[in-house]
């Protein structure tokens, strides 16, 4: 095994893809018909590239291509915990293409708090990581390995391949990261290869902003895209940190996904933080959302109602994935209103207004890329370009109007800020 590793591996999550990469993934994609996992690894020796691929089943019970209703998760849940169980931490685990590991001091450390003690919880992520073992992201890296050891491994990252499950927004050929479940793993398959750190989506400088409203329980603001609203692990800055050194501790009683702009309401007492967590959850609130998506769908002026349930993707968090309630998804509702359509940079675009009645991890997102199929643009989660949408300005959501009561005396308050997404189309 070569020493020369001088520059960090990376599986990219926040910065575009390598096009070289991307584009052998998007040949791979077209290889096959039926659903499948496909992962490149690129190369480097001497100034020169080479890119490994490989495609994966993703094994799941049934019929994966049928709506998720159809699809026995409770079996796929179950077969992981037996697996699992059956496990002999202390035995060399067999991984794609036949190359045997020791995995006894990953499964000893590497366990989440959730699956850190006997139970059923880690023999369900024991039994999920001898699932991983067998994908394509493995298998590139035990091809690596095995015959291209004195080459540096600068890149991986996945695709969608044949075609898309029902139950997801990717796109085939798309790149797209590692999935997160996967990430510890690979590292650990290669101990001795520098890690390129996670690189944080926002500049990590504090950002400006503007009060909205203000009173003596609550306090709104202009959230600008791309910095979280709250205190994270990866994330350099937030809107809450910058926005207490101003006012002091404040209470989050809603939160804007990262590169979602627009009104942000905190509260500044608890009692406060009470009355208007309660008044989100019983949807006394109302929000208005502004997109811009892919594509043309629908006339000015026409208004659909969308209902997709949705529940986390386990081996792909934060994403999200549409599941029966039967299944643990969580109902979800939302309306879209169609404002235009017109050009952008020569591509279609809808610019439109959005009305959530519930408010999932993702919602908008996952429901206009699924419901609508139109992603909003600049969505390297759900967009059509995987990772390439971060080669957009910014994620083309904004929240533009928020209705709370207020906390005093429970009259509705309206705190609006219009996106100026109208002027890009």
């Known amino acids: 095994m070569t020493d020369n590793f001088s520059k960090p591996f990376r599986m990219p999550e926040s910065v575009p893809p390598t096009p070289e990469l991307a584009a052998q993934l998007q040949k791979l994609a077209h290889t096959v018909s039926h659903p499948m996992r496909g992962a490149g690894l690129l190369l480097e020796k001497d100034g020169s590239t080479r890119i490994l691929t490989a495609l994966s089943d993703e094994r799941f019970p049934g019929s994966a291509g049928m709506p998720p209703a159809e699809i026995s998760w409770s079996s796929f849940y179950r077969n992981l915990e037996e ?11 067999e991984t794609a293409g036949g190359r045997r590991v020791d995995l006894s001091r990953f499964f000893e450390h590497s366990a989440p708090a959730w699956a850190s003690k006997p139970g059923r919880n880690r ?10 073992l067998q994908s394509a992201p493995v298998s590139v890296i035990n091809t690596w390995r095995e015959h291209f050891c004195d080459w540096r491994p600068v890149e991986l990252l996945e695709t969608r391949a044949g075609t898309p499950f029902s139950f997801e927004a990717r ?23 520098e890690q390129a750190p996670r690189i944080p989506f926002s500049l990590g400088k504090n950002p400006d902003f503007e009060v909205l409203y203000e009173d003596q329980d609550s306090i709104a603001i202009l959230k600008p895209s791309g910095i979280p609203s709250v205190p994270g692990i990866l994330e350099p800055v937030n809107m809450k940190s910058v926005l207490e050194e ?57 208004v659909e109602t969308l209902r997709l349930p ?10 999200q994935i549409v599941l029966s309630e039967s299944n643990r998804g969580k109902s ?34 996952i429901h206009m890329a699924l419901g609508f199929g139109c992603p909003i643009l600049g969505d390297a989660l759900y967009g ?13 959501l904004h929240l533009e109007e928020l209705t709370f009561p207020r906390v005093s005396d429970g009259k509705p308050v309206t705190v609006r800020i219009d996106s100026g997404f109208s002027s890009l189309l």
């Open 332 to 365: 979800a509702k939302s309306a879209a209103e169609i404002i235009a359509v017109s050009e952008h940079r020569g591509f279609a675009r809808t610019l439109v207004r959005l009305h959530p009645e519930t408010g999932r991890t993702h919602q908008l997102r």
């Open 246 to 302: 101003k006012t002091g501790p404040l209470y989050t009683v809603h939160r804007l996904d990262q590169g979602t702009s627009g009104v942000l309401l905190f509260a500044k007492n608890a009692a406060a933080a009470a009355s208007l967590s309660d008044a989100f959850a019983s949807r006394l609130t109302r929000k208005t959302y502004t997109a811009i998506l892919e594509g043309e769908t629908g006339i000015a002026g026409s």
């Open 171 to 193: 796109t085939v050929g798309a790149p797209y990261s590692v999935r997160t479940f996967t990430r510890p793993l690979i590292a650990s398959l290669m101990p001795e290869v």
């Open 83 to 93: 697996s699992g169980e059956r496990l002999n931490p202390e035995t060399p685990v």
């Open 310 to 319: 949705l529940g986390g993707d386990p081996f792909d968090l934060p994403r």
């Open 384 to 396: 059509k370009r995987g990772l390439f949408e971060l080669r957009e300005p910014r994620l083309y």
């Open 123 to 132: 023999n369900l992520w024991r039994g999920a990581i001898l699932r991983e």
